[in-house]
């Protein structure tokens, strides 16, 4: 596992720094990973129990929330680079894109996961399926846009998921 921030070779880094618009965490991810180097890169829907921590002023938002819903969890990777234009993502000195691959390391690191929402304690969603270390800030909750039937039938020129 590389430090935090060392470039490997191949890799190319932009010279960057700012921001452009504000984002407000609604909440706290706790998770049993504290190092990247434990931390799974993908979340699967068997893994350990994690609990997303809502906080006081969003609570209100979770009405209708029901266990076993299938919710998109958005977050802020608050340990990734942001500065990286071109990446080894395998160490194999074959770089690639940032926008090409679904690495941490972004511009804007935003995580996502799909979880099932196991049982609910106030504003602690208890949830398995999540990839991201203990303490890593909460962006949004939604739910799963599989859920969702489209209201119309499909038109020509629809994007559908599956078109290339």
Not at 24 to 53: K, N
């Amino acid at each position: 596992m590389q430090a935090d921030n060392q470039i490997r070779p191949g890799e190319l880094a932009a010279d960057w720094s700012g921001a452009d618009a504000d984002v407000v965490f609604i909440g706290r991810i706790h998770t049993p990973w504290s190092e990247l180097a434990d931390c799974p890169r993908h979340g699967r829907a068997d893994g350990p129990l994690c609990r997303i921590e809502i906080f006081e002023t969003w609570g209100p938002a979770l009405a209708g929330l029901d266990e076993g819903a299938l919710l998109e969890v958005f977050y802020w990777l608050h340990r990734s680079r942001r500065d990286l234009l071109q990446q080894c993502p395998r160490n194999d000195g074959v770089p690639h894109g940032t926008f090409s691959i679904r690495s941490p390391i972004r511009p804007n690191p935003i995580g996502t996961s799909v979880v099932r929402l196991e049982s609910r304690d106030g504003n602690n969603l208890f949830v398995r399926g999540l990839d991201c270390l203990n303490g890593t800030p909460l962006v949004d909750l939604k739910p799963d846009r599989k859920v969702f039937v489209p209201l119309a039938p499909p038109k020509p020129g629809d994007f559908l998921v599956g078109d290339a």
